[in-house]
Nanobody, 126 residues
């Protein structure tokens, strides 16, 4: 059974940092593109960041560029999201997702992903 399990969320003040982790099990994700999405109340799920399986190249939403860093440890089957300089508008449930590497051109799209975690809440107070 394939599982993606996120952890590391919490309640922080604006300007603080958090590090999210996504532990994958049930298969090897070394050939998958791994991404983070988020969904705020009343809003659609939106892309945050992705990392390629080929050369660890990364891609970020403009709203988080320069503040968030995605990384992966294939040996541990884990992907991370380091979030710095958090803002109240970053408040959301953050989801980890996995898509076959062949779908890299479609990583912004929710439908490209085969596997999703259950989400972890991040709340940033002003």
């Amino acid at each position: 059974q394939v599982q993606l399990v996120e952890s590391g969320g919490g309640l922080v003040q604006a300007g603080a940092s958090l590090r999210l982790s996504c532990a994958a099990s049930g298969r090897t994700f070394s050939t998958y593109a791994m991404s983070w999405f988020r969904q705020a109340p009343g809003k659609e799920r939106e892309f945050v960041a992705a990392i390629s399986w080929v050369d660890d190249s990364t891609y970020y939403a403009d709203s988080v560029k320069g503040r968030f860093t995605i990384s992966r440890d294939n040996a541990m089957n884990t992907v991370y999201l380091q979030m710095n300089s958090l803002k109240p508008e970053d408040t959301a449930v953050y989801y980890c997702a996995a898509a076959p590497g062949s779908r890299w051109s479609r990583i912004l799209r929710v439908m490209a992903y085969d596997y999703w975690g259950q989400g972890t809440q991040v709340t940033v107070s002003s």
